[in-house]
């Protein structure tokens, strides 16, 4: 089994900052590309961020220059650091990790419970 545990979302006002947090855990031989997608009511699910096992990112245009994603790989763990935040940034907002599970074996994603982020004005 894998999990993807979130947590840090919550409800800020327009300005503010939030870091998400989100842990792999279970059998893990190696975790390639983790991001954050987010998903608002009434649209669909959005890529925010991701970044590979070396450390390269990718930035949706609507967060670029706000939000700043990392990892720490010896921890299974991928960051989102949100600043600057606006109304139209709430949303609820998931973690997706592409693992290996044992050498050799195929990889899978595996997605995140969700974590609400509320951003008011």
């Known amino acids: 089994q894998v999990q993807l545990a979130e947590s840090g979302g919550g409800l800020v006002q327009a300005g503010g900052s939030l870091r998400l947090s989100c842990a792999a855990s279970?059998?893990?031989?190696?975790?390639?590309?983790m991001g954050w997608y987010r998903q608002a009511p009434g649209k669909q699910r959005e890529l925010v961020a991701t970044?590979?096992?070396?450390?390269?990112?990718n930035y949706a245009d609507s967060v670029k220059g706000r939000f700043t994603i990392s990892r720490d790989s010896a921890k299974n763990t991928v960051y989102l650091q949100m600043s600057s935040l606006k109304p139209e940034d709430t949303a609820v907002y998931y973690c997706k990790a592409i693992i290996v599970r044992w050498v050799d074996s195929p990889q899978f994603q595996y997605w995140g419970q969700g974590t609400l982020v509320t951003v008011s004005e």
């Open positions: 279970g059998t893990i031989f190696s975790i390639n590309n």
């Open positions: 970044i590979t096992s070396v450390g390269n990112t």
